[in-house]
């Protein structure tokens, strides 16, 4: 099949070199080339969306008359902040594609796949989500090989959210880590941090199964464990004591946790609802805390009952 490829940071080439290595052709167009996207699209069955999540939106738009059947595979993990307003949930990179191809098939590709790994060779999973059972199945094909295992999955959004959720969580697991307050914070944060991600994700309905898949759990677990998560590295430098513009100064690639958690302080205001460690992180990049009083303020609240919704 021919595969183009939006978006050549590490991700988008990392999912390009899986495929050129089952034999499909491939375009790889990045902003930087300085080739037409319309052309660099113009031979394709697969349109794979690697870009940051502040691209989506102009990039879907530029994208005018692709045919029905072309596939568009969405790789990017956060959230839209233009679309979180008082009535409506924000949208997810899927959901912006989907507003502007309605007639295309739609997949969703999330799970723990830090790319610095599968560069190195190391195996690793992944979900290919969608409502269009063919089209998930017609990914499976495409990228998985013997280091790259692809499930298919009929959640879309949950799948979807979990990806842009758990950068919110790596950011404050990374900040603990940074100030080194051991295995066992780590482990609460992580635990009440699918809490929270679960919590968030009632409000799209979405299948709690979802939230202990790869692209959940999974994804939590990888993304808050090594120091390859830019998202982790974020929160690490932040522990460590070091200013939000000095990391992103020092950070290669995008920390999409950063705009998420901007979503989703938004969201808690508008929904009224309480999400503990995104306000602690929230309040961490906007510097109206320090790492040491957000661990605090965390371990002091009110303590409840475990799988209590609030
Ligand atoms: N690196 C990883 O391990 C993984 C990353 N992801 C997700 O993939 C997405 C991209 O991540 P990376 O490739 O790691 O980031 P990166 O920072 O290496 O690359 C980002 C790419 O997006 C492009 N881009 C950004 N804004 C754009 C715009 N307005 N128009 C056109 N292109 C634009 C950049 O030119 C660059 O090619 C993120 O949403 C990330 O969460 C998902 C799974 C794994
Ligand atoms: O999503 C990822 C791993 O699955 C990559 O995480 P970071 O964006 O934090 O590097």
Redesign the pocket.
């Known amino acids: 099949m021919h595969i183009t490829v939006?978006?050549?940071?590490?991700?988008?080439?990392?999912l390009a070199a899986l495929a050129a290595e089952n034999d499909h052709q491939i375009t790889l167009w990045?902003?930087?080339l300085g080739t037409p996207l319309l052309e660099a699209v113009s031979q394709a069955d697969v349109i794979l969306c690697?870009?940051?999540?502040?691209?989506?939106r102009?990039?879907s738009a530029q994208l005018a008359g692709l045919a029905s059947d072309v596939i568009i595979l969405s790789?990017?993990?956060?959230l839209d902040l233009a679309t979180a307003t008082v009535d409506t949930l924000p949208l997810l990179?899927s959901q912006l594609w989907q507003a502007a191809f309605p007639d295309n098939p739609i997949v969703v590709?999330?799970?723990p796949?830090?790319?610095?790994e599968?560069q190195q060779g190391l195996p690793a999973a992944t979900v290919a989500a969608s409502d269009n059972l063919a089209a998930a199945k017609t990914m499976q094909s495409i990228f998985s090989s013997h280091r790259f295992r692809v499930y298919a999955n009929p959640d879309r959004i949950g799948v979807e959210l979990c990806?842009?959720l758990k950068?919110v969580i790596a950011i404050a697991v990374g900040t603990c880590d940074g100030l080194n307050l051991g295995t066992n914070a780590k482990s609460a944060l992580i635990t009440r941090g699918l809490a929270e991600m679960t919590k968030l994700g009632s409000l799209w309905q979405i299948e709690f199964s979802t939230f202990y898949g790869l692209a959940g759990l999974g994804?939590l677990m990888a993304t808050c464990s090594s120091a390859?998560?830019?998202?982790y590295q974020v929160g690490y430098a932040l522990g460590q004591g070091q200013t939000i513009e000095q990391i992103l100064h020092n950070l290669?690639?995008?920390?999409?946790g950063i705009n998420t958690t901007a979503v989703l302080l938004q969201l808690a205001n508008q929904q009224q609802i309480e999400l503990p460690i995104a306000q602690q992180v929230g309040q961490l990049l906007n510097h109206t805390t320090t790492p040491q009083l957000a661990m605090q303020t965390l371990m002091e609240r009110q303590v409840g009952i475990e799988h209590s919704p609030d």
Do not use: C, H, Y
């Open positions: 939006i978006g050549a940071g590490a991700w988008g080439s990392t990045s902003r930087r690697a870009i940051s999540m502040q691209g989506v102009e990039i790789a990017t993990k956060g990179p590709l999330s799970g796949n830090l790319a610095t599968i990806g842009a950068n994804d390859f998560s830019r998202n290669q690639g995008t920390a999409e």
